[in-house]
């Protein structure tokens, strides 16, 4: 009765409908959908276990609804390889020209300010425990303050796309996610093997061979094998139609995921699932010809995916490891949570440039998950010794596996939330992605509700009813859509650095301000394109020897349908953003493909 009722098709279909009513419960909370997802998750597992704790089958009821789950573990597996492929592409060589250098001072400083002080407290908790145990006390201590580097990138990348988060804070996010997960992932296997070595930890691998073999396997062999299928899926992109790409991606993906635990349990040997994944986004990001349409079918195709990965994460979330913590979880969670924030205050006082970085970067580096559990369920099948009665656990493995767990449930629901405010607070989102219902918002800023637009819509369908009257006292403007964290050039900048400036931006058009910030003209790429550069100019032309005064800006309140029309009468792709017609301080840029993207949701909200 309780494998018919418990079965993974059934569990995964509930899955799927509590992940709807998390989303919804989420946009009503103002909250990303990621918590509630999770949240919904933790709700369906306690319905589950209700409707099964009756009568009889009340001791059997756990066992079924975590095989249950169990069976679904190929849908993590898809899930996670589909992040871990996009975050990759964020080392594609034009971004990592923009941020590279900077990146990787910062991630380096990161790595001290977190594993540090977590290895440090983390140690002193366990050698207070027990005194005579220092050995195993330290190497605990070491591998969990690894683990704590590491951000989970599922959370993180679904919260930015949710919110539509672009700009110099969202890409150093993103790539500061996808160093310390790499440096988390080889640095902890490095140590483990050192550990084993020098005899502070005993893994079920004695033989040195075997060591270091499995090391090689899980950080060179996993990169290696993640170019590799790259470049290969690069060809097939090129060769093969979309629909057959999908088919052979997934079925890779699934393969991938399961073949790590096959080699990991039955031989002993082991590559990384995430890492693999992640260099093979690399990889096919730097090589692949028009990729465009790839990405878009994939958000599209793993929207599903990943609300219900999001829901079965919730759905296994151990709360009640929370009340075994104590000081050991206490100390792991205030120690890397602190960590975090002093990386990034830190990082952005002494090694990046420019003022686009806020001092609360490390708030959106909190999230964790997927990869602490995987690096703590390798360590409790490693670290332990063989009995008759089969491998046994070392008991601070066990106790590190259960901080992890524990605290993973105060990272996933407040990273997410953490993350939104530093991008929202740092200008990164558009005003008009934070509302509650565009839709909604979109059609009463025209006069009409979007039931009310429904009701008439079925009215003219079967004859009855005429163009419904509109009137607006509403409109959407400029400040809506625009974005703030925009990095401009300064009059004064000489040769040398508006070709930096210019090859370090993703825009095509450049507003250059004078000490006040106000706009004085701006630079197109077309133009700079026609300059042949030459160093005895380097100090003679400045930027607004470059600027062109043709680029109108536009007012911070202009309406949408006006702001159309500028648009079609510059012929640019981005304009600046002043305060006022009078003042004219720069305070953002506004896009026009943000702009046709929310008039074309209007007009396919209105009547016909």
């Not at 070491?142 to 683990?147: D, K, T």
């Not at 400029?478 to 040398?496: Q, W, Y």
């Not at 508006?498 to 370090?504: A, M, P, Q, T």
């Not at 309406?559 to 159309?564: E, F, G, T």
Request: net charge negative; charged share 15%.
């Amino acid at each position: 009765m309780l494998a018919q009722t418990a079965n993974p098709a059934l569990l995964l279909g509930l899955m799927l409908l509590a992940a709807i009513v998390g989303g919804y419960a989420a946009r009503l909370g103002r909250t990303p959908r990621v918590v509630g997802y999770l949240v919904a998750g933790l709700a369906l597992r306690w319905v589950v276990l209700a409707y099964l704790n009756r009568g009889e089958q009340s001791g059997d009821a756990v066992a079924a609804v975590e095989e249950a789950a169990g069976a679904l573990q190929g849908l993590k597996a898809l899930a996670l390889g589909l992040i871990l492929f996009s975050i990759g592409g964020v080392f594609e060589r034009s971004h990592l020209r923009r941020v590279g250098k900077m990146v990787l001072r910062m991630a380096s400083l990161e790595a001290l300010c977190v594993v540090l002080p977590v290895t440090a407290g983390c140690t002193l908790v366990w050698w207070l425990r027990n005194p005579d145990a220092v050995g195993p006390a330290v190497a605990a201590g070491v591998l969990i303050g690894v683990a704590a580097l590491a951000t989970a990138p599922a959370a993180t990348l679904l919260v930015l796309r949710e919110y539509d988060a672009r700009g110099p804070m969202s890409d150093t996010i993103l790539s500061l996610t996808a160093l310390n997960n790499t440096l988390s992932i080889v640095l902890f296997h490095c140590l483990l093997l050192v550990l084993t070595a020098v005899g502070a930890i005993e893994t079920v691998a004695a033989e040195q061979r075997l060591v270091w073999l499995d090391l090689l396997l899980t950080s060179v062999g996993s990169m290696l094998l993640g170019g590799l299928l790259g470049f290969g899926f690069s060809v097939l992109h090129a060769k093969v139609p979309l629909s057959e790409f999908f088919l052979m991606f997934f079925a890779l993906l699934l393969g991938l995921g399961a073949g790590e635990a096959y080699l990991t349990n039955t031989l002993h040997l082991s590559f990384n699932f995430l890492l693999t994944c992640l260099f093979m986004g690399a990889v096919f990001a730097n090589v692949t010809i028009d990729q465009e349409a790839l990405h878009t079918h994939l958000r599209t195709m793993g929207a599903p995916i990943f609300a219900g990965f999001f829901v079965l994460a919730g759905y296994e979330l151990h709360i009640s490891d929370l009340s075994t913590l104590g000081w050991l979880g206490a100390a792991y969670v205030i120690l890397r949570a602190g960590g975090k924030y002093v990386a990034g205050y830190l990082g952005t006082r002494r090694v990046a440039s420019g003022d686009e970085l806020r001092s609360y970067i490390g708030l959106g580096l909190m999230c964790q998950a997927g990869v602490a559990i995987g690096l703590a369920d390798y360590l409790y099948s490693t670290w332990g010794t063989i009995s008759e009665d089969g491998f046994i656990p070392h008991p601070l493995a066990a106790e590190f596996k259960t901080v992890i767990l524990g605290s993973v449930v105060v990272f996933e629901i407040f990273g997410p939330l953490l993350l939104k405010g530093v991008v929202v607070r740092s200008g990164e989102v558009k005003a008009i992605t934070l509302l509650r219902r565009t839709r909604t918002i979109l059609a009463e800023a025209e006069g009409e509700s979007i039931l009310a637009l429904t009701w008439h819509a079925l009215l003219r369908t079967v004859g009855l009813g005429g163009a419904a009257s509109r009137t607006s006292d509403d409109v959407l403007q400029v400040r809506h859509i625009m974005r703030s964290n925009v990095k401009f050039l300064r009059a004064s900048a000489n040769l040398d650095d508006v070709l930096h400036f210019v090859e370090s931006s993703r825009y095509n058009h450049f507003p250059v301000v004078d000490d006040d910030g106000v706009l004085v003209g701006v630079i197109h790429f077309a133009d700079l394109r026609e300059i042949i550069y030459d160093p005895s100019l380097r100090e003679l032309v400045t930027a607004v020897d470059l600027a062109s005064q043709d680029t109108p800006p536009v007012p911070i309140d202009l309406a949408l349908d006006q702001l159309l029309t500028v648009f079609e009468q510059a012929d640019v792709s981005s304009l600046p953003v002043v305060k006022s017609d009078k003042s004219h301080v720069v305070v953002g840029l506004v896009e026009q493909h943000d702009l046709l993207h929310v008039l074309g949701r209007a007009n396919a909200s209105a009547p016909s």
